[in-house]
């Protein structure tokens, strides 16, 4: 007897996976730092409040829970995750299972993972996408752990998960870190798919002048057709809303100084370190952080030439196509790191399930990932998606917009850093020779590095 898991952490996130597990019919102890935050939400869950046991103390958190223990955190992943697992660790058995559902970097959870394992116990890095909406009636899971802790936790998780056709959103995706490294890569993808859409924004409002409920139609009008998706949804509805103090549209009176905590930073960070670099999410953190230097901003404006041709507007169905071809473009870059990180970490990761398991519940979800995992799931050369016959068609359908909307704006003047990062990098791609063979020639002219020859793989010199 006993409660199925523990919830410690009664935030939005928190809170709202306790709930969701209460409603699929599982027992759920739980218990918060803020102890007076305890008994309000338990008496606040109405019909659930059986299902729920307030703990205010982590001893009694961990008597309430059945054996093999599960115990989910769902406080910030840095140092007082550490604090809390080793204030627990004492009390808990073999055989038990931690897991820390927040937004973790995954070298911690390795570490983390390493240190549980020594005590004889299992530690799952779970990356839980979907915002509170989600955790509360079906978030996507990133499961990263044992097979004894996935065998331990899945029926539970499978239960509170999005349904994708019936197809639950979660997976076993590898051991230890595998989960949240999953988790950062959706998150990097997700800073891209939202710089993109902030990009298409500024074109439509600085390039045509059109009002924000005028721009948010346009993206309702993208949200039936290939470019489906929550963020498109979302963005519809944000560039709808109107302020309620001001009666302006809400966008107009929101500082353009985007916050960031970290995710879409770390993709990059590990990205590089894989000897990848995914430009489009490299632009999109770095928009976000160009986006704080508002004085300089302000000032430039009025100081630096800016473009020579009109800013007028384009074509609806161009900035789609532009859309759709970053978007791909983007969610290329993101798979190409995970397939590059389990080769590195001998993870095994399966592609097209995390394709999947992104279908529905987490923040990109969209119709383009049923395609990606189509693509997965079929003849992928060089295990590269741009490659895909699926895929290359929708590029073929769609990069010529890329091309127009990215040449417009430099001629305008208008910034499209993820727009032009992503053109950058598909021309890179296609083409057969490139001109790295230059590089070679100076690397080896002024370093004596040395060089392959086109007629012999060997290390050769110039004659410089
Ligand atoms: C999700 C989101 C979620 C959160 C991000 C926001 O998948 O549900 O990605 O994890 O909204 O952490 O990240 P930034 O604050 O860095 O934009």
């Given at each position: 007897t006993g409660a199925r898991i523990g919830v410690y952490g009664l935030g939005t996130m928190g809170s709202a996976l306790a709930l969701n597990l209460a409603e699929h019919g599982f027992d759920v102890a739980v218990s918060n730092r803020?102890?007076?935050?305890i008994a309000p939400f338990v008496a606040g869950?109405?019909?659930?409040?059986?299902r729920l046991t307030g703990a205010e103390t982590l001893a009694d958190f961990v008597a309430?829970?059945?054996?093999?223990r599960t115990v989910l955190f769902m406080i910030p992943s840095g140092p007082p995750l550490d604090a809390m697992i080793d204030a627990i660790l004492p009390l808990l058995s073999p055989g038990d299972t931690v897991i820390d559902g927040g937004n973790a970097d995954f070298n911690d959870t390795r570490r983390r993972s390493e240190t549980l394992e020594r005590a004889g116990l299992h530690f799952v890095g779970l990356g839980v996408s979907g915002g509170a909406e989600g955790a509360r009636h079906g978030p996507s899971m990133m499961f990263g752990g044992s097979g004894q802790s996935w065998a331990q936790v899945h029926p539970m998780l499978e239960a509170i998960a999005a349904k994708f056709d019936g197809d639950p959103?979660?997976?076993?995706?590898?051991?230890?870190g595998a989960g949240h490294f999953v988790k950062t890569v959706h998150n990097g993808i997700e800073y891209a798919d939202m710089q993109i859409i902030a990009e298409l924004y500024g074109l439509m409002r600085d390039g045509a002048g059109w009002p924000a409920p005028a721009i948010g139609a346009v993206f309702d009008r993208w949200a039936t057709g290939p470019l489906d998706s929550f963020l498109v949804e979302a963005a519809a509805q944000v560039l709808r809303a109107a302020d309620a103090r001001t009666g302006l549209p809400m966008v107009d009176v929101i500082r353009d100084a985007a916050g960031q905590k970290g995710t879409g930073r770390w993709t990059l960070i590990e990205a590089l370190k894989l000897g990848q670099s995914a430009n489009t999410i490299e632009a999109a953190v770095g928009a976000r952080a160009w986006s704080s230097e508002t004085a300089t901003r302000e000032e430039a404006a009025t100081l630096l030439a800016g473009g020579t041709q009109s800013a007028a507007a384009l074509p609806e169905d161009t900035l789609q196509q532009a859309f759709l071809a970053a978007r791909i473009i983007a969610h290329a870059q993101g798979f190409r790191i995970l397939s590059a990180a389990s080769v590195e970490y001998d993870w095994s990761l399966d592609l097209a399930r995390i394709a999947e398991i992104w279908?529905?519940?987490?923040?990109?979800?969209?119709?383009l990932l049923d395609t990606v995992a189509e693509a997965f799931r079929g003849d992928l050369p060089h295990d590269h998606?741009?490659?895909a016959p699926a895929i290359r068609d929708r590029l073929a359908g769609s990069i010529g917009g890329l091309r127009q909307v990215v040449a417009h704006a430099a001629g305008a003047g208008c910034p499209v850093p993820c727009l032009g990062a992503a053109l950058a990098w598909y021309d890179t791609m296609r083409q057969a020779r490139g001109s790295a063979n230059l590089i070679q020639g100076l690397r080896d002219y002024f370093g004596a590095h040395g060089f392959a020859r086109t007629d012999d793989a060997g290390d050769h010199h110039g004659d410089w």
């Open positions: 803020e102890t007076e935050w869950a109405g019909a659930l409040r059986d309430a829970l059945a054996s093999p959103c979660v997976a076993h995706l590898g051991p230890d279908r529905a519940g987490c923040i990109i979800r969209s119709a998606l741009i490659l």
